[in-house]
């Protein structure tokens, strides 16, 4: 079973910038084995810079990020990535298995993939509900097959992790709910954060909210309030409410956990 | 098609059993390394790697026929390999240190090599046509190049099918592929330079000009019907060994020149490919 208080990732003062210019400043974030996050933020607000570095496709100019204790680029077996878009080319001749199986690839190793990894691919498609289109290709499915094709990638190799950015921009709101359903139970066994736009749907589902501009704070879903956001996105906005559990009195950024 | 078949079977005529066998051999190649460029999209690097070739032939040529240089190294073929894996290592570089200027650097690439084999041709003391090197000319493929095409044959065969997974994870998705710790760097240099190499075998087949075309084309129609890119690969070489042998038959029956008849054959079965895909949809 899974040590819930357990902290997978940790960011220690972490400070990151494009040529200069500031993208995230002295974050201190601890991530706990449980989590379901979502990461929220303006344009611009450092949402993806966050992820990448965690998948460290980016290294922190300052501070020190840990995923497991390990550095990211150590601990990158251990954790799923699902892109926003793939920048793909639609004639390209791959099938979704093809594509899953992607997902058990290990350095240095060529020749074929094993019997455990076409098992693990094949167990992931069916938890995507994909088993029966594994030979289709993959530019032949549908916008909401392809990207639980693209988690099947990511699940295939029993990640601890599961980073999502912006899971539900290019799916339509079917297949969105069926997403949710989906991260809800995977959320059984692994950590999941997802960069995410919908605030609403955020504070329904998940446990915490890791709001990022330039500063990162994290919220428990439970505090949310019109204030918080507004903080967050440094502006007006109006704000939807789908759910009871935020709190009418409003909160400070001194209730970070 | 009797008369080309004698021929083939002719022994006075040698050239012709050379050429045909010369344009099965490197099918393969053409057939697995033009799947990973159709897919990956890199034909202009190929591209610009073929008219390197004609740098490193010249300079081979000249230092023969000038210097009397006769070792192996500096014999035509030598000079175009060399040339070609100094291009595509150089491309490679380019692409990878600095995104955003690679096509310039393609574009000069281009240029320059083709500018610097013309003036060591130039220079060659005795008369050498650019035309065979720019237009091919498979008749004048000998025996003992038969044995370095097969050569290069199993070079670009195994390193292309050896790395299948990691390279199709790369075409498909570089940064998926870097996210599962594959070193796309390393990767991606490798499959330049089994690009390279190709490119020099086709460009014994059908010249440095035509070298796109035969490299994209066999591979281009296969992505039509492959689900898969080892199916488009097998489809390709098929397809590459078709239109080469057809295009070495009308050449005999046409007395034309098979480079250009080649790449004729294969754009015209692209183009009813691509239409009868197109009235599918």
């Given at each position: 079973?899974?040590?819930?208080?357990?902290?997978?990732v940790?960011?220690?003062?972490?400070?990151?910038?494009?040529?200069?210019k500031?993208?995230?400043?002295?974050?201190?974030l601890?991530?706990?084995a449980?989590?379901?996050g979502?990461i929220?933020?303006?344009?611009?607000?450092?949402k993806?810079?966050l992820?990448?570095?965690?998948?460290?496709?980016l290294?922190?100019d300052?501070?020190?990020?840990?995923?497991f204790?390990q550095?990211?680029a150590?601990?990158?077996?251990?954790?799923?990535?699902?892109p926003?878009?793939?920048?793909?080319d639609?004639q390209f001749?791959?099938t979704a298995?093809d594509?899953?199986l992607?997902?058990r690839?290990?350095?240095?190793?060529?020749?074929?993939?094993?019997?455990?990894?076409?098992?693990?691919?094949?167990?992931?498609?069916?938890r995507?509900?994909?088993?029966?289109?594994?030979?289709?290709a993959?530019s032949?499915l549908?916008g909401?097959e392809?990207?639980?094709?693209l988690?099947?990638?990511?699940l295939?190799c029993?990640?601890?992790?599961?980073l999502?950015?912006?899971?539900a921009a290019n799916?339509?709101p079917?297949?969105e709910?069926?997403?949710?359903?989906?991260?809800r139970?995977?959320?059984?066994?692994m950590?999941?954060?997802m960069?995410?736009?919908?605030i609403?749907i955020?504070?329904?589902l998940?446990?915490?909210?890791?709001?990022?501009?330039?500063k990162?704070v994290?919220?428990p879903t439970?505090?949310?309030?019109?204030?918080?956001?507004?903080d967050i996105?440094?502006?007006?906005?109006?704000?939807?409410?789908?759910?009871?559990?935020?709190?009418?009195?409003?909160?400070t950024h001194?209730a970070?956990? | 098609?009797?008369?080309?078949v004698?021929?083939?079977?002719?022994p006075?005529f040698?050239?012709?059993?050379?050429?045909l066998?010369?344009?099965?051999l490197?099918s393969v190649?053409?057939g697995?390394?033009?799947?990973y460029?159709?897919?990956?999209?890199i034909s202009?690097i190929?591209?610009a790697?073929?008219?390197?070739?004609?740098g490193?032939?010249?300079?081979a040529l000249?230092?023969r026929?000038?210097?009397?240089?006769?070792?192996?190294w500096?014999?035509p073929?030598?000079g175009?390999?060399?040339?070609a894996l100094?291009?595509a290592?150089?491309?490679?570089?380019?692409?990878l240190k600095?995104?955003?200027?690679?096509?310039?650097?393609?574009?000069?690439l281009?240029a320059?090599?083709?500018?610097?084999?013309?003036l060591f041709?130039?220079?060659?003391?005795g008369?050498?046509?650019p035309?065979?090197?720019?237009?091919?000319?498979i008749?004048?493929?000998t025996?003992?190049d038969l044995?370095l095409i097969?050569a290069l044959?199993v070079?670009?065969?195994?390193g292309?099918?050896?790395?299948?997974?990691n390279l199709?994870?790369?075409?498909?998705?570089?940064?998926y592929?870097?996210?599962?710790g594959?070193s796309?760097?390393?990767h991606?240099?490798?499959?330049?330079?089994?690009t390279?190499?190709t490119?020099?075998?086709?460009v014994s087949v059908?010249?440095?000009?035509?070298v796109?075309?035969?490299?994209?084309?066999p591979a281009?129609?296969?992505?039509h019907?492959?689900?898969?890119?080892w199916?488009m690969?097998?489809l390709?070489?098929?397809?590459?060994a078709?239109?080469?042998?057809?295009g070495?038959?009308?050449?005999y029956a046409?007395?034309?020149?098979?480079?250009?008849?080649i790449i004729?054959?294969?754009?015209?079965v692209?183009?009813v490919?691509?239409?009868?895909q197109a009235?599918r949809?």
């Open positions: 079973m899974m040590n819930v208080s357990r902290d997978i940790e960011f220690r003062n972490v400070s990151f910038s494009y040529d200069g500031p993208a995230l400043e002295d974050v201190n601890t991530i706990p449980n989590e379901f979502a929220v933020g303006p344009n611009g607000g450092g993806t810079t992820l990448r570095l965690m998948l460290g496709l290294k922190p300052r501070g020190e990020l840990l995923l204790g550095t990211p150590q601990a990158r077996m251990r954790v799923g990535y699902v926003q878009h793939l920048q793909y639609p001749p791959v298995l594509v899953t992607m997902g690839l290990r350095p240095r190793r060529f020749g074929g993939y094993t019997a455990a990894d076409l098992e693990a691919a094949r167990g992931a498609l069916e995507m509900n994909l088993s029966s289109l594994e030979r289709r993959f032949a549908s909401g392809r990207q639980r094709a988690i099947a990638r990511a295939a029993e990640p601890e992790l599961l999502l950015d912006e899971p799916v339509d079917r297949a709910e069926q997403l949710y359903a989906i991260l139970e995977l959320n059984t066994r950590a999941i954060l960069v995410s736009h919908d609403g955020v504070s329904k998940m446990r915490s909210v890791i709001c990022c501009n330039k990162v994290v919220h439970s505090e949310l309030t019109g204030d918080a956001i507004r996105y440094a502006g007006d906005v109006r704000m939807v409410r789908h759910d009871h559990r935020c709190a009418e009195e409003g909160h001194d970070v956990r | 098609m009797t008369p080309f004698d021929a083939l079977l002719n006075d040698p050239f012709l059993r050379h050429a066998i010369a344009g099965l490197s190649a053409f697995v390394c033009g799947s460029v159709v897919s990956k999209r202009y190929a591209g790697i073929a008219h390197c070739v004609l490193g032939i010249g300079v000249w230092l026929g000038a210097h009397g240089v006769e070792a192996w500096c014999a073929m030598s175009a390999i060399l040339a100094i291009a290592l150089l491309i490679g570089w380019v692409s600095a995104k955003q200027r690679e096509d310039t650097v393609i574009g000069a281009w320059i090599g083709m500018a610097v084999g013309l041709l130039a220079r060659t003391p008369y050498v046509d035309m065979s090197y720019l237009f091919g000319n008749l004048m493929i025996r003992s044995w097969l044959d070079v670009i065969a195994a292309g099918l050896l790395f299948y997974h199709l994870a790369i075409c498909f998705d570089e940064e592929a870097r996210l599962r594959i796309v760097e390393r991606y240099l490798g499959l330049l330079c089994l390279a190499l490119v020099v075998l086709l059908v010249g440095i000009v035509l796109v075309a035969l490299l994209t084309l281009a129609v296969a992505g019907y492959a689900r898969k890119l199916q690969m097998l390709a070489v098929v397809l590459c078709i239109f080469i042998s057809g070495l038959w009308a050449s046409a007395d034309l020149q098979s480079g250009p008849l004729i054959i294969a754009g015209a692209y183009l490919s691509t239409g009868v009235l949809e």
